[in-house]
């Protein structure tokens, strides 16, 4: 079973990966330094770290679905 409050949800838009908002800082509409074809790779097996560009922190997300990035992190807190 996934472990839910490690996950975050993600859109891509016009090729571009976004969260609605930061886990961390709640900024609004972060765009992600991902790439798509990235999240192929993730889901695939490969860890990447992801640094927030609103707040400046880390994760490594560890695989993601069509809709969800799975992280080593406890992203939710409720």
């Known amino acids: 079973m996934i472990p839910f409050h490690k996950t975050w949800p993600y859109d891509i838009v016009m090729g571009d990966v976004y969260v609605q908002s930061c886990p ?7 765009l992600l330094p991902l790439k798509p074809k990235e ?3 993730i889901h695939e097996g490969m860890k990447k770290l992801l640094v927030f560009p609103c707040c400046h922190n880390k994760v490594t997300l560890v695989d993601c679905d069509d809709d969800y990035l799975l ?5 939710r807190h409720h």
């Open 24 to 30: 961390f800082c709640d900024h609004d509409n972060v």
């Open 39 to 41: 999240l192929k790779l």
């Open 71 to 75: 992280s080593d992190t406890t992203l």
